[in-house]
């Protein structure tokens, strides 16, 4: 959290004069608030400026190495005590959901367990905190395995149907977009509830990133605007 961000843990804002600041809300229907610890919480700051422009800020769910979902999967049980804690932090700080982004082999014995954890938090976030969302990112298979899958397939489409969206990172190309818009709409589902990266630092995003990003809006543009994507900075 550096290049000017260290100052959104104020509550009520800060008078350094390079802190992060972001314009552009008329262009965001969701911003997920993200960092590389287990739980992150939305700032305040955030929270408050992004719902004042009508835009929803979700939290993120992270975990980078094994062991840590063992316990939270043992059993239904303990699936339904994560996913309420998870709700209740949401609720209490009045944001809209959380990204969840696991980057890290899963038991294949406790899949099963993970897609009815996507499937609970969904479901009873909706009815806790209205207009809420749980967008999962596609790094793991429906096998447990560390997968980087960059369109919606057969390896991920069971974590998709239980939530209320996929992101599908960065390396994609047009023909595995049209892939995913086939597969969702066989499964009858908003081609919208799916989300494609654009990085700006190039990171095997098309066009290379940097100054030629523009490439990228150039392509949704010629799609007739069928597809959601996120800006990585």
């Not at 100052?7 to 390079?18: A, L, V």
């Not at 954890?117 to 793991?140: D, G, M, P, Q």
């Not at 709409?185 to 523009?214: A, E, Q």
Request: glycine share 8%.
């Amino acid at each position: 959290m550096k290049g000017g961000c260290l100052e959104d843990r104020f509550i009520y804002g800060s008078e350094s004069y390079d802190s992060y600041l972001f314009y552009h809300w008329s262009v965001i229907d969701t911003f997920a608030y993200f960092s590389h610890h287990f739980i992150t919480v939305p700032p305040f700051g955030w929270i408050n400026v992004a719902h004042n422009h009508g835009v929803k800020v979700l939290g993120t769910v992270i975990t980078e190495r094994e062991g840590i979902w063992d316990v939270i999967l043992e059993s239904q049980e303990e699936v339904r005590r994560f996913a309420d804690a998870l709700i209740l932090v949401a609720k209490f700080y009045k944001f809209d959901g959380w990204l969840l982004n696991i980057e890290n082999t899963i038991k294949s014995e406790q899949v099963h367990n993970l897609i009815y954890f996507v499937k609970y938090l969904t479901e009873n976030i909706h009815e806790a905190i209205r207009n809420s969302e749980i967008i999962w990112y596609r790094s793991v298979s429906n096998e447990g395995k560390l997968n980087w899958q960059n369109k919606l397939n057969s390896k991920n489409i069971d974590f998709f149907l239980n939530c209320d969206g996929i992101y599908l990172n960065y390396n994609w190309t047009k023909s595995k977009l049209e892939n995913s818009l086939a597969l969702a709409k066989n499964h009858s589902r908003d081609i919208h509830d799916i989300y494609v990266g654009l990085d700006i630092w190039g990171r095997c995003s098309p066009g290379g990133g940097g100054f030629n990003s523009t490439y990228v809006i150039t392509i949704l543009r010629a799609d007739k605007g069928k597809w959601s994507f996120q800006l990585s900075r």
